[in-house]
């Protein structure tokens, strides 16, 4: 069974993995990978945002269709590793803070 859109099935490999509901999960799992799964993450999605974005964009932000939504979750784990790539060459920020010390407040129920 899909878990992504099926004009994304090329993706679903990452979804499993990348697509968080959460920014907490999402630097975890940044924080967590090694720089190879960062790299095929971004490499793989990256050229497909358009196209994402599009799809997306048919909808009302706040009703996503389920697989939508891991699609969403899945860019939004580019763009937790997109500095890594880009910047850093590495998961973790150079001479930053302890992120794994960081409360996401919107990721919280309460």
């Given at each position: 069974?899909?878990?992504?859109?099926?004009?994304?099935?090329d993706?679903?490999?990452?979804?499993?993995?990348?697509?968080?509901?959460?920014?907490?999960?999402?630097?975890?799992?940044?924080?967590?990978?090694?720089?190879?799964?960062?790299?095929?993450?971004?490499?793989?999605?990256?050229?497909?945002?358009?196209?994402?974005l599009?799809?997306?964009?048919q909808?009302?932000?706040?009703?996503?269709?389920?697989?939508?939504?891991?699609?969403?979750?899945?860019?939004?784990?580019?763009?937790?590793v997109?500095?890594?790539?880009?910047?850093?060459?590495?998961?973790?920020?150079?001479?930053?803070?302890?992120s794994?010390r960081?409360?996401?407040?919107?990721?919280?129920?309460?």
């Amino acid at each position: 069974m899909s878990v992504l859109p099926e004009e994304f099935a090329d993706l679903e490999p990452l979804a499993e993995r990348w697509a968080l509901a959460t920014e907490t999960e999402r630097n975890r799992r940044r924080l967590a990978s090694p720089m190879s799964e960062i790299q095929a993450l971004y490499d793989t999605v990256l050229p497909r945002m358009e196209a994402v974005l599009s799809y997306l964009g048919q909808f009302p932000p706040d009703k996503l269709p389920e697989d939508a939504e891991r699609l969403f979750h899945l860019a939004l784990s580019l763009a937790e590793v997109a500095t890594a790539v880009e910047n850093y060459k590495q998961p973790s920020v150079v001479d930053g803070y302890d992120s794994t010390r960081l409360e996401f407040c919107h990721d919280r129920a309460d």
